[in-house]
């Protein structure tokens, strides 16, 4: 399958008066739909962009989204990769088609089910299929055989360029001052985060980046996950792949680290992982080692401040750009800070010799 079937539309779609712009949209991608019989349903669950789904009165199931790119957003995502990578996943049958690109967004496939919650994600089937699909998306390599490097770190510095030196609004502005170390300070806790995760040698894979829950869906009647939004997908370390996941059980809107996944649960859930990621590169699931489970579990240790620091940085950058009513410089506080505490409290952990 090609990696570049889908339509190439060159027009927008307004994300506030988008109906006629969607309408429009599905002349090309649903033709035969009647416009009569077309339902529009706004998620309001996003924190970038707006996304529409949109279907027939009689078939739920049939739904394409709409998704209208959030003012500034290309500062942060790569828009060409997430259409690559979203591509990809649907090659391998991972997740939904991609129908068409237009100025401003993309429409694409509806993956039926239900969005993972704080207390689903830890439950059986869902953590193991989650451990278990992931393993598969690490497990996908690049076809033209190109070297697969981490972009953590490009990507994090870009960002800090990124990051505002000023807020216009004096109060926003001082409590920017009050609560973010200046940009000197985050520069060098950056290098000293690169030098020191080098060091613990985890693999570089295909990430997704943003296993937040409302990006996890589950469908109970097929007894399986798909991922959705790849906004963020790159080439990355496979233990901030899982760090990141686990920093999500705390949620966005209402940020709760007492949700952090215990220990013996990480321990079962890279277990899952580590049985699935040996049987797709050809080793037996059962030659799995409490050592290797213990090897794996203080890899995502060591990587769990440097995701509090990459969406701390996004918070930051948001803050500035953003048009959405969410407290961004707020959020940024919360995983900067978290950055710093979870840093003391791995920063002893060392590999065994």
């Known amino acids: 399958m090609s990696l570049k079937n889908y339509l190439q539309l060159h027009f927008d779609v307004d994300k506030v008066n988008y109906k006629p712009g969607v309408l429009n949209l599905l002349k090309h991608v649903k033709p035969l739909w009647k416009e009569p019989d077309i339902h529009l349903k706004v998620f309001t669950d996003g924190f970038t962009n707006t996304l529409v789904g949109v279907y027939t009165h009689d078939n739920f199931n049939s739904m394409v989204l709409v998704r209208i790119y959030g003012e500034k957003t290309e500062l942060l995502i790569n828009r060409n990769a997430e259409l690559h ?91 920017y001052v009050d609560n973010i170390p200046n940009k000197v300070k985050l520069a060098e806790e950056l290098m000293e985060m690169e030098e020191t995760l080098q060091a613990f040698a985890s693999p570089v894979v295909l990430c997704h980046n943003d296993l937040l829950l409302n990006n996890i869906v589950y469908n109970k009647e097929k007894s399986k996950v798909t991922f959705i939004d790849y906004e963020y997908a790159a080439y990355n370390y496979q233990a ?98 978290e950055y710093f505490a979870t840093k003391e409290l791995y920063g002893h952990l060392k590999l065994p010799a």
């Not at 960002?159 to 926003?172: A, G, I, S, T």
Request: proline share 6%; charged share 25%.
């Open 85 to 175: 990578y979203m591509q990809m996943m649907h090659e391998y049958g991972y997740s939904p088609p991609v129908f068409a690109k237009f100025n401003n967004g993309l429409c694409y496939g509806f993956a039926p089910g239900e969005c993972v919650t704080a207390e689903t994600v830890r439950s059986e089937p869902i953590f193991p299929l989650v451990a278990q699909m992931l393993a598969k998306m690490h497990a996908i390599r690049p076809k033209d055989e190109q070297v697969m490097e981490s972009e953590l770190f490009t990507t994090l510095k870009e960002w800090l360029q990124l990051v505002p030196e000023r807020f216009d609004d004096p109060k926003k502005h001082q409590r």
């Open 240 to 337: 901030f792949e899982i760090a990141n996941h686990f920093n999500e059980f705390a949620g966005v809107a209402e940020v709760d680290y007492s949700l952090y996944p215990e220990k013996e649960f990480q321990e079962k859930w890279c277990k899952e992982y580590l049985r699935q990621w040996f049987q797709v590169n050809g080793k037996d699931p059962a030659s799995v080692t409490a050592e290797d489970v213990s090897r794996l579990c203080l890899q995502v240790a060591k990587f769990t401040p440097i995701s509090h620091l990459f969406w701390g940085l996004w918070g930051l950058v948001q803050s500035f750009y953003s048009a959405i009513d969410f407290d961004y410089l707020g959020y940024g506080i919360i995983r900067i800070n």
